[in-house]
């Protein structure tokens, strides 16, 4: 385990600072020295990377990042965290006198109900109404599954119900408005598409669990769940990533539990130390009552309150489409079925017909890539030595135009260059060629002005030059900005006009 901790939390150092070159190779594209606060709390929110590190890398490769954007980031996240807890609740008014509500959604999908008591909430500066009826077919979100959606009718009028939720031992059905006549006799209707969908995706975490102990073996446990209308996500113990035969060996074994169409055996009120017996799985660290509900398909029988198909062949297609980890020793997967599962392998199926059309070869679909990006790499090779032999012209080019002011070999010119590293290698050249060197170059990097300036060590310390002063001055000639080392520093712009005007000026600091 404690390996397993010392690999993740390697891992996560590995992605972070890939992350980072790849926002420092951008910052620098763009002439920048500065990562942004909003991007630097990304890494920190997202993937666990630590912002102290964060600042101590960037030190190390003479650029910073933006605290002040890191910490207004921060704020933020704790201001929606406040909004999101902040909610003005109003006492019950009790119509009905209840002790429990009856859930009738096992076996119905509507049924006539009663408002037995309800009350006001305002979160987030929006009012909604808690409505508790005598009896519900509605679920109350619990268990990883979502709660249902619907309305309740009566009149004539339809009051939508926009979530269904569990509090203590009572449903709590969410509405905007209360209906009319709350004392009425109501028709709830729970919106059965949705219902269905959500009962398919439960049911397939159920047969992922069975799959997983099958594939990877008996030391995987749920360590939570997620089961809607949409995808199903399963978290598992597990210390590895799952290699691709794993993974394709899991997801076969789920759709050939679908096709098995094992129908729903289900025993309610069955007495906790009874289902065990059974062989039932309980959830690690779920509290349970003294009388659970046993869901029973096929070899997988596990204690569950959630809603299920009648049999598993309505699931029809189960597609894994990601697995991750989520902390030391627990994994995540995402999973869809039914209808979404069809519709992915119909998009996936398409994008491949396109991709055989722009090939031009149907035959061999794998070989035709390769080519092509074997192709793609010649070019770009090829591309490489030209943008080579251009810089090597330009730079003796250069090296015949060096202006002797002030002590120092000046050269200041704009260059017909379009990368930024190019234009970087250059003057690391130079600045090993020419003496008392002041470099000053501009150029169009992705059609954006951008200035290099290179300065001798020298000059640095003897007459007080700093690049990244210069290039700051210097870039608001083209409504930009920058900075970096003494002796090396880039800065971008927004005005392609002023690249000359902004080379100028940097050279003036020279005279």
């Known amino acids: 385990v404690i390996r397993e901790e010392e690999e993740s939390f390697l891992r996560t150092l590995e992605t972070g600072i890939r992350l980072l070159d790849d926002l420092v190779a951008k910052a620098k594209q763009a002439g920048k020295t500065e990562v942004g606060g909003e991007d630097a709390f990304t890494l920190y929110d997202t993937f666990g990377f630590p912002f102290d590190l964060t600042s101590l890398i960037l030190r190390e490769k003479g650029m910073s990042v933006d605290e002040a954007g890191f910490n207004v980031e921060m704020e933020k996240q704790k201001s929606r965290s406040r909004n999101a807890a902040a909610q003005e609740t109003d006492d019950w008014v009790e119509l009905k006198k209840i002790e429990q509500v009856e859930f009738v959604g096992y076996d119905h999908t509507e049924a006539e109900v009663n408002i037995s008591r309800y009350r006001k909430v305002i979160q987030k500066n929006k009012e909604f109404y808690h409505l508790v009826f005598d009896k519900t077919p509605f679920y109350g979100e619990s268990g990883g599954q979502v709660g249902d959606i619907g309305y309740i009718e009566a009149d004539g009028q339809k009051t939508p119900i926009l979530d269904t939720v569990k509090e203590n031992n009572l449903t709590i059905h969410i509405a905007q408005k209360l209906p009319a006549n709350s004392s009425a006799a109501f028709n709830a209707v729970v919106d059965l598409s949705k219902r269905k969908l959500t009962m398919n995706n439960h049911t397939a975490t159920h047969l992922l669990d069975q799959a997983l102990r099958e594939v990877l073996g008996i030391h995987?446990?749920?360590?939570?769940?997620?089961?809607?209308?949409?995808?199903?996500?399963?978290?598992?113990?597990?210390?590895?990533?799952?290699?691709?035969?794993?993974?394709?060996?899991?997801?076969?074994?789920?759709?050939?539990?679908?096709?098995?169409?094992?129908?729903?055996?289900?025993?309610?009120?069955?007495?906790?130390?009874?289902?065990?017996?059974?062989?039932?799985?309980?959830?690690?660290?779920?509290?349970?009552?003294?009388?659970v509900r046993v869901v029973k398909f096929g070899e997988s029988v596990e204690l569950c309150g959630g809603t299920h198909v009648p049999a598993t062949g309505q699931i029809g297609l189960f597609i894994i489409t990601s697995e991750s980890a989520i902390s030391a020793g627990v994994r995540r997967m995402e999973a869809i079925t039914a209808d979404r599962a069809e519709e992915y392998v119909k998009k996936h199926l398409d994008e491949l017909a396109e991709v055989k059309g722009i090939l031009g070869n149907t035959q061999n679909l794998k070989k035709s890539v390769e080519d092509a990006l074997a192709q793609n790499s010649r070019l770009l090779k090829q591309i490489e030595e030209f943008e080579r032999k251009a810089a090597s012209g330009i730079k003796q080019e250069l090296k015949n135009k060096v202006q002797h002011i002030n002590g120092a070999n000046v050269i200041a010119e704009v260059i017909q260059l379009d990368s930024a590293q190019a234009v970087k290698d250059l003057a690391f050249q130079l600045k090993g060629e020419v003496e008392n060197l002041f470099l000053v170059l501009g150029s169009a990097i992705g059609?954006?002005?951008?200035?290099?300036?290179?300065?001798?060590?020298?000059?640095?310390?003897?007459?007080?030059?700093?690049?990244?002063?210069?290039?700051?001055?210097?870039?608001?000639?083209?409504?930009?900005?920058?900075?970096?080392?003494?002796?090396?520093?880039?800065?971008?712009?927004?005005?392609?006009?002023?690249?000359?005007?902004?080379?100028?000026?940097?050279k003036s600091f020279v005279k």
Request: hydrophobic fraction near 40%.
């Open 220 to 291: 995987v446990e749920q360590k939570g769940s997620l089961v809607n209308h949409d995808y199903l996500r399963f978290d598992f113990s597990h210390f590895q990533k799952l290699s691709k035969e794993e993974l394709d060996k899991i997801q076969n074994r789920v759709n050939e539990l679908i096709r098995q169409n094992f129908i729903l055996e289900e025993k309610r009120s069955v007495a906790f130390d009874e289902a065990k017996e059974m062989g039932a799985i309980a959830l690690f660290g779920e509290k349970y009552g003294d009388f």
């Open 447 to 506: 059609g954006k002005p951008s200035i290099t300036v290179m300065i001798a060590d020298h000059l640095v310390s003897d007459k007080g030059l700093n690049a990244g002063t210069i290039v700051r001055e210097a870039s608001k000639e083209m409504q930009g900005g920058g900075g970096g080392q003494a002796f090396y520093a880039t800065a971008g712009g927004k005005d392609l006009a002023g690249l000359s005007a902004a080379v100028e000026k940097a």
